[in-house]
């Protein structure tokens, strides 16, 4: 296979990927006044943008190209690899959960929860998260599964894992969309400091999902079968 642009495609996505973590610490660490826990909601609610990008976007994102960038490792080492970096996003997800209902609840008067459109799909999201994890240590890392069940599951294993990354920036986009209507009101119209960065930031969950999704869609770039990849499969299943 021709691999060519995929290394650099993964450092472009890295660089992207990192950039729009620190500009995400920046707006909620300065802008929005840092983080506190739930003696003080409006502060909790802050971790929830960060948790969320380093989450479901950066992390889930990373994640999902193991088996691209290392393609030359062996493959129970990528399993492991791969599982660890998604099981860590989605925990970290549900923190982020638990920030912006805190927030919400211990309010005074108490916010509303999921009212809109980006808590729908943000939640949605989380919730196919966790059970795309689940799901997806059953079918190739608890041993004993059929192998014909592994190979029936893995197109929609794949297919849901680009579908989350990408629910997840939607979800993200309406998120700084919502929070800059409320937070900036008419001052987003003047270009302020707290908008660019919101603005910058939304142009760079576009940029790293985008080159995320087409090295994860480019055929040439899929890890190739090895001998050792079925002798793994053989033991799982004798096991």
Not at 10 to 32: D, K, M
Not at 69 to 90: D, N, P, Q, W, Y
Not at 124 to 145: I, K, N, R, S
Request: glycine share 8%; hydrophobic share 50%.
């Amino acid at each position: 296979h021709d691999v060519r642009g995929l290394r650099v495609g993964f450092f472009i996505s890295q660089a992207v990927g990192l950039t729009l973590v620190v500009l995400i610490s920046v707006w909620t660490g300065h802008y929005l006044g840092g983080f506190a826990g739930p003696s003080s909601p409006e502060k909790e609610f802050n971790w929830h943008p960060l948790l969320m990008t380093v989450s479901l976007i950066y992390l889930y994102g990373t994640g999902v190209l193991i088996y691209r960038v290392f393609r030359e490792e062996k493959k129970r080492t990528l399993k492991i690899a791969h599982a660890l970096v998604l099981g860590s996003a989605t925990i970290i997800a549900c923190l982020g959960l638990k920030a912006v209902f805190d927030s919400h609840s211990l309010k005074k008067p108490p916010t509303p929860h999921l009212y809109s459109l980006h808590s729908w799909i943000g939640l949605t999201t989380v919730a196919l998260a966790v059970a795309q994890w689940f799901l997806g240590f059953v079918a190739f890392l608890w041993p004993g599964l059929a192998s014909h069940l592994r190979t029936m599951y893995l197109p929609l294993h794949t297919i849901l894992g680009a579908s989350i990354l990408a629910l997840a920036s939607i979800a993200a986009l309406l998120g700084l969309t919502e929070k800059a209507i409320w937070s900036l009101g008419k001052k987003w119209e003047s270009s302020s400091p707290e908008g660019t960065l919101i603005n910058m930031s939304g142009v760079l969950i576009i940029v790293f999902t985008s080159s995320v999704l087409f090295l994860l869609s480019k055929q040439a770039y899929r890890r190739l079968n090895r001998s050792e990849d079925q002798m793994l499969l053989s033991e799982s299943v004798m096991d």
